[in-house]
T-cell receptor, first 116, second 112 residues
Framework: GAVVSQHPSRVICKSGTSVKIECRSL??????MFWYRQFPKQSLMLMATSNEGSKATYEQGVEKDKFLINHASLTLSTLTVTSAHPEDSSFYICSARSGQGKDEQYFGPGTRLTVT | GQNIDQPTEMTATEGAIVQINCTYQ??????LFWYQQHAGEAPTFLSYNVLDGLEEKGRFSSFLSRSKGYSYLLLKELQMKDSASYLCAVRDGPYNTDKLIFGTGTRLQVFP
């Protein structure tokens, strides 16, 4: 089956610093990747849609200058949380889709970000 | 607006059957997904419905009624490992956008 990895799985950073999270599709090429955020006991909220070779599409209310997304290749998308604050502490999950005709999104294992 | 409703919590006994309901009101509809998520882990795919009716997959079945904006996930022969959150998600918009809108999730606890 399709496998999506994320790195790191957990990260603790100080307020004001930036953190980069990587999302990789290991055994398929992902034309589209998605970034979600999940707060405790809440559901997944889509942050942005990342298409290879083009700019990401951000959901309403998500600051594109704060959450930088780069999808430089068909197997890698990165999310950089810039100038992190404690309220950015959350579970960040990426998912990937191989292309049209494929119904399913494959989720990565998630990254737990804690900003102190 | 976009609205997907699920019960917040449910409990059931090992070996029993449980039905988790999901109602949705979205501007578009191009399929409904059910995912299972254990605490601190990523969601895993359970089922997909785009046409009305029942899709069966082993111990799990999912039903969709597009006219009613309603779906349910049926879990049979419950096992302790089925204790998890179950997320209903609607694909909103054109097929190739694949944008999913998630419900709040239902936390299921299975007791011995």
């Amino acid at each position: 089956g399709a496998v999506v990895s994320q790195h790191p799985s957990r990260v603790i950073c100080k307020s004001g610093t930036s953190v980069k999270i990587e999302c990789r599709s290991l055994d398929f090429q992902a034309t589209t990747m998605f970034w979600y955020r999940q707060f405790p006991k809440q559901s997944l909220m889509l942050m942005a849609t990342s298409n290879e070779g083009s700019k990401a599409t951000y959901e309403q209310g998500v600051e594109k200058d704060k959450f930088l997304i780069n999808h430089a290749s068909l197997t890698l998308s990165t999310l950089t949380v810039t100038s992190a604050h404690p309220e950015d502490s959350s579970f960040y999950i990426c998912s990937a889709r191989s292309g049209q005709g494929k119904d399913e999104q494959y989720f990565g294992p998630g990254t737990r970000l804690t900003v102190t | 607006g976009q609205n997907i409703d699920q019960p917040t919590e449910m409990t059931a006994t090992e070996g029993a059957i449980v039905q988790i309901n999901c109602t949705y009101q979205t501007s578009g509809f191009n399929g409904l997904f059910w995912y299972q998520q254990h605490a601190g882990e990523a969601p895993t795919f359970l089922s997909y419905n785009v046409l009305d009716g029942l899709e069966e997959k082993g111990r799990f079945s999912s039903f969709l009624s597009r006219s009613k904006g309603y779906s349910y996930l049926l879990l049979k022969e419950l096992q302790m490992k089925d204790s998890a959150s179950y997320l209903c998600a609607v694909r909103d918009g054109p097929y190739n956008t694949d944008k999913l809108i998630f419900g709040t999730g239902t936390r299921l606890q299975v007791f011995p």
